[in-house]
Every structure is written in structure tokens, then in C-alpha cells.
T-cell receptor, first 111, second 114 residues
Framework: DAKTTQPPSMDCAEGRAANLPCNHS???????VYWYRQIHSQGPQYIIH???NNETNEMASLIITEDRKSSTLILPHATLRDTAVYYC????????????FGTGTRLTIIP | NAGVTQTPKFQVLKTGQSMTLQCAQD?????MYWYRQDPGMGLRLIYY???????DKGEVPNGYNVSRLNKREFSLRLESAAPSQTSVYFC?????????????FGEGSRLTVL
């Protein structure tokens, strides 16, 4: 699986959009970008994933650059409950059962 | 629908003792996983099972054994616990195919080895 690079921490004001970047310059054609978050010491929670098109669901939007070397997770209206560690993960969806977590970005939402 | 259930939630062991962490899922998922998370670190994969009857090593398998008892249950055993195994252990499950990467995690089992 390709390696990802994320900033260790970020702050965002409550009510504003939180934009979390991720670099994955060695991503290959069959690898997807996944985002998870971990609130306090709970188990990680799946947020969203995509291959090359932008994706949106009820939790967030995922913007993947045209060359697929980087992506941004967008939380459109951040709330205090969005304070968490966010993990960006790259993996192939078939023939590979492993999901490898890095150290992620600690996002703090400020009142 | 409880999702992924882990037991016990907390455990304290002495060095050399053995124990088994239990995990069960009720989502009819084929794949199951055991991760550990040390303070301030990301999750590291210990073992995984792509289907009933199969298991494979992850990043940090040493000191652990696993059993995929049936489709629902995946247990993690520490035969001789060491202080280095003090950690939070997470079990997870996922479907196969298109949604393989969407893991559902349990609440974690916090293990302290003295």
C-alpha cells in the first residue's frame, strides 16, 4: 500500500469548514483513499473513501486531485464533536485485506 | 444489532500469565481483524482473517495467536503476557469485495501487563 503523509495537528473554529490534507504521491491506479477518525479512545470510525472522483456523504466530502497524489477531507460545518484524530489510508480494494493506519492528524475544534 | 463486541473491556495481568480476548460480530462479515494501539500511536495490525478458517499475520504478530472460531467470532490469545503487550486492543470486521475497506470497530479492550 502507498504511504500517506498528514500534518500531525490542526485547529478549526466551530462552524467553519475543516479541511484536512493528505499526501499520497506513490498511490497506484487500483488504490483507494480511505478516511477514518478516532474520537478519544474509541474504536476508529469509517468516514468516506474514493478512487478518483470526488465523493460526498452525510459526514464529509472527499476531494482527490486529478493526479491522485493528494486528497482533502472536508467537514463542512465543524462541531466540537468533530474533535478527533483523522487517518488517511491508501489501499487496494481487492486482493488485500489489510488496512494500515498511520499516526493521523489530531483535529481540534475551537469554540 | 450490536455490531462488534469485545470482551473483556479491561484486564490487568501479571507477566507470564495468559488470557484470551474475545470478539464477535453480528453483521455477517467475512473479514475480521485484531489491532493494537499504544499511547500516542496509530493502530497496528496484529492478525487478520479473510474468511472462516483462515488467518494471516499482520505487522506485529509476535507473542499472539488467533482463532477464527466461526464466521462470527475471532479471538486473540496471549500465551505469556509481557509488559510490552500493555495496549488497547481493537477488533474489527468488514465485508469482502467493494466494501472491504469499511471496517467496523469494537470499543476496545484495555490490557495492562504488570
Amino acid at each position: 500500500d502507498a504511504k500517506t503523509t498528514q500534518p500531525p495537528s490542526m485547529d478549526c473554529a466551530e462552524g467553519r469548514a475543516a479541511n484536512l490534507p493528505c499526501n499520497h504521491s506513490t498511490i497506484s491506479g487500483n488504490e483507494y483513499v480511505y478516511w477514518y477518525r478516532q474520537i478519544h479512545s474509541q474504536g476508529p470510525q469509517y468516514i468516506i473513501h474514493g478512487l478518483k472522483n470526488n465523493e460526498t456523504n452525510e459526514m464529509a466530502s472527499l476531494i482527490i486531485t486529478e493526479d491522485r497524489k493528494s486528497s482533502t477531507l472536508i467537514l463542512p460545518h465543524a462541531t466540537l464533536r468533530d474533535t478527533a484524530v483523522y487517518y488517511c489510508i491508501v489501499r487496494a480494494n481487492f486482493g488485500n485485506e489489510k488496512l494500515t493506519f498511520g499516526t493521523g492528524t489530531r483535529l481540534t475544534i475551537i469554540p | 444489532n450490536a455490531g462488534v463486541t469485545q470482551t473483556p473491556k479491561f484486564q490487568v495481568l501479571k507477566t507470564g500469565q495468559s488470557m484470551t480476548l474475545q470478539c464477535a460480530q453480528d453483521m455477517n462479515h467475512n473479514s475480521m481483524y485484531w489491532y493494537r494501539q499504544d499511547p500516542g500511536m496509530g493502530l497496528r495490525l496484529i492478525y487478520y482473517s479473510a474468511s472462516e478458517g483462515t488467518t494471516d499475520k499482520g505487522e506485529v504478530p509476535n507473542g499472539y495467536n488467533v482463532s477464527r472460531l466461526n464466521k462470527r467470532e475471532f479471538s486473540l490469545r496471549l500465551e505469556s503476557a509481557a509488559p510490552s503487550q500493555t495496549s488497547v486492543y481493537f477488533c474489527a470486521s468488514s465485508e469482502r469485495g467493494r466494501r472491504t475497506g469499511e471496517l467496523f470497530f469494537g470499543e476496545g479492550s484495555r490490557l495492562t501487563v504488570l
